[in-house]
């Protein structure tokens, strides 16, 4: 069993966000809109209550596809409480818990999660 597995139970459901639209603004004000269309996740190996999220966002303005990291974590306040919060700092995250992530995303590249560059 792994470092804080039996702890995961006790938290909601796993946030999923494939096929979701999201508006993003840019410090200039220039809005852009994504589509997320796939997702890996998994709770941090040393902090349970952190889930590591790894997206294939397209973006729409420029029709293209571009690779987002991010987590969310328990909110400890107010109506958040309990509940999944899309983290607002830079990810921090353990090698090997980063190592799973793009061995999976590795894996799955035949379901075109990513695809190996020609020159």
């Known amino acids: 069993m792994k470092s804080g597995e039996n702890l995961i139970e006790k938290y909601p ?3 999923n966000s494939i096929g979701k ?3 993003l603004e840019s410090q200039k004000g220039i809005q852009r809109h994504i589509v997320i269309k796939d997702e890996i996740s998994r709770h941090q190996s040393n902090a349970p209550h952190k889930l590591i999220v790894f997206q294939k966002v397209y973006l729409e303005e420029e029709e293209r596809y571009e690779f987002r990291f991010g987590y969310y ?3 400890v306040k107010g109506r958040t ?3 999944w919060v899309w983290g607002q700092y830079c ?3 353990p090698e ?3 190592v799973e992530i ?3 995303a590795k ?3 035949s379901n075109k999660w990513v695809q190996p560059t020609r020159p």
């Open 13 to 15: 459901p796993t946030p």
């Open 21 to 23: 639209k999201r508006s």
């Open 73 to 75: 974590m328990i909110g």
């Open 81 to 83: 409480t309990g509940k």
């Open 91 to 93: 990810l921090f995250v």
């Open 96 to 98: 090997q818990d980063l």
């Open 102 to 104: 793009l061995n999976e």
């Open 107 to 109: 894996k799955n590249g």
